[in-house]
């Protein structure tokens, strides 16, 4: 490894049907500051997102990809392009994550001035300036979920005072955090296919003794659900598997019975109503 790269930040992008906006994600990320390797994990895309990719692959050294035959999922992905690649940071990026030049660079920064290690994210706007609440999330809260609070519970506010603020978890959508830390608590658990996977490796880096938190001083346009409004069953199929998935795994051992019962239930009786929204928002302009 050069001198650069052992002081680098090495960029995994996730891509599965992405070509509207992955020429874009990956211009941006050849320009950003402080990137010395880009990875491109592609699951089966067949709309030209490859054909995007191989072209900026020939056109700088820094960026490889992996083609996988069928789509394995986002953590299984994230992992391959992690093993792709040595440098001792790792960011994570959507290809529908659109930094300016000095993000990345503007969260390194942030968590090399961290006593100990940190697992950082970033202010994420969707294209007309609206805050993503995604970006600062507290753990799910199940008790709250039986007793009608929405997904948007979980959503923290952001405090302008804060520069650096603490949170339970942050959007997938951008993280960076140091190879370290993600090999120590062993990446991306793969058996979520698809989202509540940040949920859960945030937990973890924070169980590990890692900061968590939020860089309010770094703006990231974030254009969500690119790749899956064709795909509201199986997007709302996936999600609702990986939140029982994450409370199997961290509530269920602490709750009785009639507890965990009920949040199963709670969590699949929602599913019919919420690819119903999903087809919905999918369809209608």
Known sequence: MSASARDGIAVVVVTYRSASTIDDCLRRLRMADGVVQIRVVDNDSRDGTLAVVQRHATADPRLRFIANPDNAGFGVACNQGARACDAPWIAFVNPDCLPPPDALAGLHAHAQAVAGEALLGADLVDEAGARDGAARRRDPDFGAMLLGASARSLDIAPDPAQP?????????????????????????????????????????ARQAGACVAVANDIRVVHVRGVSSRSRPLFVEWHKHRGLARYFRKFEAPRRELPVRTAVYAMIWLRFPLAVLRATARAILP
Do not use: K, N, T, W
Not at 166 to 191: K, Y
């Open 164 to 204: 650096l603020q603490p949170v339970d978890a942050v959007s997938g959508a951008l993280m960076l955090l140091p190879r370290a830390l993600f090999e120590r608590i062993d990446g991306f658990d793969e058996g979520y296919r698809l989202h509540a996977e940040d949920l859960d490796l945030c937990r973890r």
